[in-house]
């Protein structure tokens, strides 16, 4: 890397840059300590950074200027040295490149994973919505069928609604409401467990409510009440105390009725020996949103003894629906009475 | 000067064709960069200090680079390659930091 040069040289002035640096600013320069064969190194490393060949060859050059002779490089050096320069910096470069672009490589999987991660979300939330409205649109549809075959099929298709929980109902009702215990944290027995929601609700089915929700949540014919760790869950969503379960139905007979079923010895226990509170109420008014989107697990095409002919004008005339003629074969239990359909509030 | 035109046309040159490094080559890269550095340094202080010759800048790049590469390969036969490569990475450093230190007083008079 360096000149060889007796070392006992190393202090001439004219090759040390120290003493020939013109923009010196130290005036002071504390002196050199005396050299010796073992501080070679040190003293080539620190004190000798720049190639004494610079300095030897700007004396050449004074030297040949001096002496009147211009000095001109043959050709072939000029070229030689365009050359390799050439071919170092474009050494040097293609190793910084490669040495660049070896790091990000775990960045870039990781952004990638992301930006995987979010277009999917995204999509999901696009076929969520896409769902909803497909599902509206089949609703829909469904309505204008059946308003040209009659009323008694689409009040049996309310009822089978209202039942399994995927029509939103309003009207009066009975709630029931939980409370974790003292110290739930620390005692994991004075909280509300699943099974404690699930003896409420069956007691509330038992005394003849219609439709009933927990902490807004609607109870479907498919609805599941379980904990998953410490939280309850009603089909996936997660409830935090207070647990608040309301029934629609007639208030009085609701409240006497549950009165007499065996849940309501279960809740003064539960008060008596861990401190879960509960109360009881009524209500004018209770509106229960709708249960989960129903997903279809059985479909079967229509059987006729007649064969069907849907003649347009005919159909708004026939004010009979399920009866034979229209084809449909439509669930034909017959419509329950006075069974408190008249509390809830349908159109 | 015209050397140092070379020099940016090869740099320019590898920024556009960015060629693949074969493999057993790779280990030199760090070290070879870091020696090109100090014989870039030195090259501008010469230039600062009135004293650049065309020359001797590039046998001194060249000449960095290749016994900077040779050392490490000596040192990963012999079985001590890092620390070598640390011992020539010290020295290259030190004289990095004088280099930039007396451009530093070149351009700031300070």
Not at chain 1, 135 to 151: F, K, M, R, W
Not at chain 1, 173 to 195: I, K, M, W, Y
Not at chain 1, 298 to 304: D, I, M, R, Y
Request: proline letters at 6%; charged letters at 20%.
């Amino acid at each position: 890397m360096t000149e060889r040069e007796p070392h006992h040289v190393t202090h001439s002035h004219a090759a040390d840059p120290a003493f020939t640096d013109p923009a010196s600013g130290n005036a002071t320069q504390r002196p050199k300590p005396p050299v010796d064969a073992s501080m070679t190194l040190l003293n080539e490393v620190m004190h000798r950074p720049l190639d004494p060949g610079y300095a030897t060859a700007a004396r050449r050059k004074a030297r040949e200027e001096a002496l009147g002779l211009k000095p001109l490089a043959p050709r072939t050096t000029r070229i030689a040295a365009i050359v390799l320069a050439i071919v170092l910096g474009f050494v040097t470069v293609t190793a910084v490149v490669s040495l660049r672009s070896r790091a990000p490589l775990g960045q870039s999987a990781r952004n990638t994973l992301i930006e995987e991660i979010k277009s999917r979300n995204t999509r999901n939330d696009a076929l969520e919505a896409s769902i909803l409205e497909l599902s509206q649109q089949a609703d829909s549809l469904q309505e204008a069928l059946l308003s040209h075959t009659g009323t008694a099929l689409a009040a049996q298709i309310e009822v089978d609604q209202t039942r399994n929980g995927t029509l939103p109902v309003s009207g009066p009702g009975f709630v029931v409401t939980l409370h974790d215990g003292a110290d739930a944290e620390e005692q994991p027995e004075n909280r509300v467990q699943d099974t404690d929601i699930r003896a409420v609700v069956s007691g509330l089915w038992g005394a003849g409510a219609e439709a009933v929700a927990v902490n807004g949540k609607r109870l479907t014919a498919t609805s599941a009440i379980r904990s998953a760790g410490d939280a309850i869950l009603v089909d996936l969503t997660g409830l935090s105390d207070p647990y608040v379960i309301e029934a629609i139905g007639n208030p009085r007979t609701l409240e006497v009725r549950f009165a007499q079923q065996a849940v309501a010895n279960q809740l003064t226990l539960l008060r008596d020996r861990y401190g879960i509170d509960s109360s009881t109420s009524t209500s004018d008014k209770l509106e229960l949103a709708a249960g989960t989107t129903r997903s279809l697990l059985n479909a079967k095409l229509p059987k006729t003894e007649e064969k069907v002919s849907v003649d347009r004008q005919e159909i708004p005339n026939t004010p009979a629906a399920g009866t034979s003629g229209t084809g449909l074969n439509g669930p034909r239990s017959n419509t329950p009475a006075g069974t408190g359909l008249n509390d809830a509030n349908h159109d | 000067m015209i050397p140092v035109i070379g020099l940016v046309i090869g740099v320019a040159a590898g920024l556009i064709l960015e060629p693949t490094v074969p493999v057993y080559l790779q280990p030199y890269l760090p070290i070879a960069v870091v020696a090109a550095l100090d014989a870039l340094f030195g090259g501008l202080r010469a230039l600062l200090d009135g004293i650049f010759d065309d020359r001797v800048f590039l046998v001194s790049f060249l000449s960095n680079v290749i016994v900077a590469g040779l050392i490490v390969f000596l040192g990963d036969q012999l079985g001590v390659g890092s620390q070598l490569s640390t011992g020539v990475v010290v020295v290259l450093g030190i004289r990095i930091f004088s280099n930039a230190a007396a451009i530093r007083r070149h351009i700031f008079k300070a």
